[in-house]
């Protein structure tokens, strides 16, 4: 775990010197310089002390860089196909157990009928589509948006003249080992 480079960074981008967060922590400049370079494992009490005075909160300096923050910059967002190549679908982030996505699907196009470990959220970003699962079956235009278990069968179909654009949230639940190496 590289906590005191976490504390560097965050020192650096608030502008605040090595001296002014003993003065503000009561801890001596060799102390912080170690706990910086990782040359010492300081204890939660002095964590919580400095994590304070840097105005975050404390978990923050304990997550790893896979742990932090995951950014996709529009241009670098992978687009695949699904449905004999007439769904477009844009996969916008992924972290752990969870995923989002832009789907486009054309007139008349479905995503076919299917199920996975899992939950889903659908937001209709243009046109109208048809959401089936089971017995339900609902009709929904730009701006509705429902959620369902993925498990069970299900189905979303352009019933509009024009691209139906649809985002969507897929999270599912990790065993502990998929967990520790998301």
């Known amino acids: 775990m590289d906590i005191g480079s976490a504390i560097r960074t965050i020192r650096k981008q608030k ?3 090595i001296m002014q967060m003993c003065e503000g922590t009561g801890l001596s400049k060799g102390f912080i310089s170690n706990v910086e370079n990782n040359k010492t ?23 790893t860089p896979e742990q932090r923050m995951n ?3 529009k241009h670098e ?8 190549g007439q769904i477009k679908v844009q996969h916008l982030t992924a972290k752990g157990a969870m995923r989002m996505s832009i789907v486009e699907l054309p007139p008349g ?3 076919g009928i299917s199920k ?18 089971g017995e339900d079956v609902e009709l929904l235009e730009e701006g509705d948006s429902f959620t369902w278990n993925a498990i ?4 979303v179909a352009n019933i509009g003249d024009e691209p139906a654009i649809v985002l969507i949230a897929v999270s599912k639940e990790l065993d502990l080992d998929q967990l520790w190496n998301a």
Not at 41 to 63: F, G, K, Q
Not at 116 to 131: F, M, N, P, T, Y
Not at 152 to 155: R, Y
């Open 116 to 133: 996975h470990v899992g939950e889903e959220s659908h937001l209709i970003l243009q046109g109208k589509i048809r959401a089936e699962q």
């Open 152 to 155: 069970v069968p299900h189905e």
């Open 77 to 84: 967002r992978q687009e695949t196909t699904a449905g004999s």
């Open 41 to 63: 494992s300081p204890s939660i009490a002095t964590l919580e002390s400095i994590a304070d005075y840097l105005n975050v909160p404390l978990p923050y300096l304990l997550l």
């Open 71 to 73: 950014v996709v910059r």
């Open 15 to 17: 502008q605040i010197t």
């Open 109 to 111: 196009a479905s995503t």
